[in-house]
């Protein structure tokens, strides 16, 4: 998978600092801010807008990705764009199993099943039905600050599933580099000191060095 931040509100911090000084009539507004998150009222944070591009995302990981509606997505269509050779994402659970080498032979045949439907003139938007959702994807996902965090509470969390967890462990370390005000509690609710987890994963994750 590969994840990348192709455009953000300019100096983001400082507008949501600005709506922030603004709602409390302030002149500090990185206090204003920090009040603001502190008490819950994130609303100012909806002015700082993230662009990312995301490449070879399973169509599994897809579908718990657009649950998240307060954000808007453009995905590589399967129904005009021909699905040729692709690396098609294997858990890493099933690539140690004793079922590897068999889920592979099922997956190549499938594919194969596909490539000569479309090659014998089956349209690709009838033929993708057979597809796995082991299919890779590329897409260009846009989210506000505001539902950044709370897409990285939930999908930052050790029991989320695994690839979607890895997309939003590397989005979130791209929004902590460019602007670390907004992101530096951002993640589970263990990096904040308590899990809301019914079941905690017993495993919580300690906010890195230097934040405070």
């Given at each position: 998978?590969?994840?990348?931040?192709?455009?953000?509100?300019?100096k983001a911090s400082g507008v949501c600092c600005?709506?922030?000084?603004?709602?409390?009539?302030?002149?500090?507004g990185y206090r204003s801010l920090q009040h603001s998150m502190e008490s819950g009222h994130e609303s100012v944070l909806e002015h700082a807008v993230f662009t990312f591009r995301v490449e070879g995302l399973s169509r599994a990981a897809l579908a718990q990705l657009t649950r998240h509606r307060l954000a808007s997505f453009s995905v590589q269509s399967q129904r005009y764009v021909k699905i040729n050779d692709v690396d098609l994402v294997m858990p890493e659970r099933i690539r140690n199993s004793e079922f590897y080498v068999e889920a592979g032979s099922l997956l190549e045949d499938v594919m194969n099943l596909y490539r000569r439907m479309v090659?014998?003139?089956?349209?690709?938007?009838d033929a993708r039905y057979v597809t796995p959702q082991a299919v890779p994807t590329s897409l260009i996902v846009t989210m506000n600050a505001r539902e950044?965090?709370?897409?990285?509470?939930?999908?930052?969390?050790?029991?989320?599933?695994?690839?979607?967890?890895?997309?939003?462990?590397?989005?979130?370390?791209l929004c902590k580099e460019t602007a670390p005000?907004?992101?530096?509690?951002?993640g589970p609710g263990c990096v904040r000191g308590r899990c809301p987890e019914k079941r905690p994963c017993g495993n919580p994750k300690i906010r890195e060095k230097g934040n405070k």
């Open positions: 998978m590969r994840v990348e931040l192709i455009a953000y509100t300019p600005d709506a922030a000084a603004v709602c409390t009539d302030s002149q500090n090659e014998a003139g089956i349209p690709t938007e950044l965090r709370h897409f990285f509470s939930l999908r930052c969390c050790n029991r989320a599933q695994w690839e979607i967890r890895c997309l939003a462990d590397e989005m979130l370390k005000i907004l992101f530096e509690d951002a």
